[in-house]
């Protein structure tokens, strides 16, 4: 049985690679890969997928306001993810900080994994008579 924890590694910008050269951009590419696939050996990676530039926003009552969303324009965009299943936060930090696309500008964000929705719980917490309905 782990007690590992799962974390998201959430990849921004979507700039980093105009800057390089071809060359540059193969040799990096490579070290992305080699450390993709080190963190699949090592068991530390559950699933990962490149994220394409376009989508959707969906927002308002309903769902009622569907606009393309904004993601080819923005410097912060979310390019792909990893879910780590890791010892702890420390350790997906580290895992992180290994990011070959960082020395180039990109960006990536940590985050932990609930286990159930935080909402849902401050609700059940908050009215323990729900927890049995």
């Not at 090592?42 to 569907?66: H, Q």
Request: with cysteine; aromatic share 8%; hydrophobic share 40%.
């Amino acid at each position: 049985m782990s007690n590992n924890t799962d974390y998201l590694l959430l990849f921004r910008g979507n700039e980093w690679q105009k800057r390089l050269s071809p060359e540059e951009l193969e040799k990096t590419l490579g070290r992305f890969m080699g450390w993709f696939e080190e963190l699949k050996e090592e068991g530390k990676l559950k699933g990962a997928n490149p994220l394409y530039g376009e989508g959707k926003l969906v927002s308002g009552a309903n769902g009622r306001v569907v606009v393309d969303g904004p993601f080819a324009e923005s410097k912060e965009a979310i390019g792909g993810y990893f879910l780590l299943s890791v010892a702890d936060e420390a350790e997906a930090v580290a895992i992180a900080q290994r990011c070959p696309t960082l020395e180039h500008g990109c960006v990536v964000e940590v985050r932990p994994v609930a286990p159930e929705c935080p909402l849902a719980h401050s609700l059940r917490t908050a009215t323990p008579e729900l927890a049995h309905a």
